[in-house]
């Protein structure tokens, strides 16, 4: 049994859901304002808020961005007041991307100025699948919970993934490029490339593990993959459907092989592909059904994902 003086906060989407599959929704007393999976912690306290507006567009996204990473101001705030109120004993953040998630730094200097408490802070930092797993275990074991099961679950999926694609030829695995940004234009990596080629395609642009690089518009023309699929960071199926209009609507779209063969997709990016967390697996199982449609049927198309 958990603690019942435990009193978890978390501030990233991804280490909410790692709490929910451990079981340990009713410690969370307070979440991030992105937090959103499972349905059963919207209604609790938010304890950060974004310093930019998200309904612009992705080029004014980008530079607002920018400019407030140079001026050294986190992309979010933390609701200090809110956090006092809930005196957790912990706080689960992430030092992976300042873009995605309040910056651990900024956690630090906000648990200094708490008076009534002093939470443990726990920093997740996942750039490839096994991170996740890792994660996972380190969260169950700050809280006395076993996570060996959940991890199997989720390794077992892989594997399954992994297996079926084995008796495909390399001329089988089409090219993939999956697109995390449209302005500009920016191809997902961390743990995507891995995802791609563990679904049976040859991920393009990107390095395992990697921060997502910024892409010329030509080199995606030249390089021509044979499926393109939009992921963009935050953003769910209908925003992504408009995201992908601007890119759509250029001369040379037409000629790309992906979209001449209608091989390109929109995904929901926000719930699957941007959250490092138990779902990146059902990303993987995502990307399988739109790369081999003639061996994997999960049922994700139409929430997950559609063709564009």
Request: glycine share 6%; proline share 7%; charged share 20%.
């Given at each position: 049994m958990?603690?019942s003086n435990?009193?978890?906060v978390?501030?990233i989407?991804?280490g909410?859901?790692i709490?929910a599959?451990l079981g340990l929704?009713?410690?969370i007393?307070?979440?991030?304002?992105e937090c959103d999976?499972?349905?059963?912690?919207?209604?609790?306290?938010?304890?950060?808020?974004?310093?930019?507006?998200?309904?612009t567009?992705?080029?004014e996204?980008?530079d607002?961005?920018?400019k407030?990473?140079q001026?050294?101001?986190?992309i979010?705030?933390?609701?200090?007041?809110?956090l006092?109120?809930?005196?957790?004993t912990?706080i689960?953040?992430?030092?992976q991307?300042?873009?995605?998630?309040?910056?651990f730094?900024?956690?630090?200097?906000?648990?200094?100025?708490?008076?009534?408490?002093q939470?443990k802070i726990?920093?997740?930092?996942?750039?490839?699948l096994?991170?996740?797993?890792?994660?996972?275990?380190?969260v169950g074991?700050?809280?006395?919970?076993?996570?060996?099961?959940?991890?199997?679950?989720?390794?077992?999926r892989?594997k399954?993934?992994?297996?079926?694609?084995?008796?495909l030829?390399?001329?089988?695995l089409p090219?993939?490029?999956?697109?995390?940004w449209t302005?500009p234009?920016?191809?997902?990596?961390?743990?995507?490339?891995?995802?791609?080629n563990?679904?049976?395609?040859?991920?393009?642009?990107?390095?395992?593990g990697?921060?997502?690089?910024?892409?010329?518009?030509?080199t995606?023309?030249?390089?021509?993959p044979?499926?393109?699929v939009?992921?963009?960071?935050?953003?769910?199926?209908n925003?992504?459907?408009?995201?992908?209009?601007?890119?759509?609507q250029?001369?040379e779209?037409?000629?790309?092989?992906?979209?001449q063969?209608?091989?390109?997709?929109?995904t929901?990016?926000?719930?699957y592909f941007?959250?490092?967390?138990?779902r990146?697996?059902d990303?993987l199982?995502?990307?399988?059904?739109?790369?081999h449609?003639?061996?994997?049927?999960?049922?994700?198309?139409?929430?997950?994902?559609?063709?564009?």
């Amino acid at each position: 049994m958990i603690d019942s003086n435990v009193r978890i906060v978390s501030l990233i989407p991804g280490g909410t859901e790692i709490l929910a599959i451990l079981g340990l929704v009713n410690a969370i007393v307070g979440r991030s304002h992105e937090c959103d999976y499972p349905p059963e912690i919207k209604n609790l306290p938010i304890c950060t808020q974004a310093r930019l507006d998200s309904n612009t567009s992705s080029g004014e996204i980008h530079d607002e961005v920018n400019k407030l990473l140079q001026s050294a101001l986190s992309i979010y705030e933390i609701k200090t007041d809110v956090l006092e109120q809930l005196q957790p004993t912990h706080i689960i953040t992430q030092d992976q991307c300042d873009v995605c998630a309040v910056s651990f730094d900024e956690v630090k200097k906000a648990v200094a100025t708490l008076v009534h408490s002093q939470p443990k802070i726990i920093s997740l930092q996942p750039n490839i699948l096994q991170d996740i797993w890792i994660d996972i275990e380190r969260v169950g074991n700050t809280f006395g919970v076993d996570s060996v099961k959940v991890i199997e679950n989720l390794e077992a999926r892989v594997k399954i993934c992994q297996q079926k694609i084995q008796g495909l030829a390399v001329n089988e695995l089409p090219t993939v490029a999956c697109i995390e940004w449209t302005n500009p234009l920016m191809i997902a990596a961390n743990w995507i490339p891995e995802l791609v080629n563990l679904a049976g395609g040859q991920s393009l642009f990107s390095v395992v593990g990697r921060p997502s690089p910024q892409l010329p518009w030509e080199t995606l023309l030249a390089t021509n993959p044979d499926v393109i699929v939009f992921m963009p960071c935050g953003f769910d199926l209908n925003r992504t459907r408009q995201e992908a209009q601007p890119l759509t609507q250029l001369p040379e779209w037409e000629k790309l092989h992906a979209t001449q063969a209608g091989r390109v997709y929109i995904t929901d990016g926000n719930s699957y592909f941007n959250r490092p967390g138990p779902r990146l697996v059902d990303s993987l199982e995502i990307l399988a059904e739109i790369l081999h449609p003639e061996i994997f049927e999960y049922g994700y198309k139409g929430t997950g994902w559609e063709p564009l």
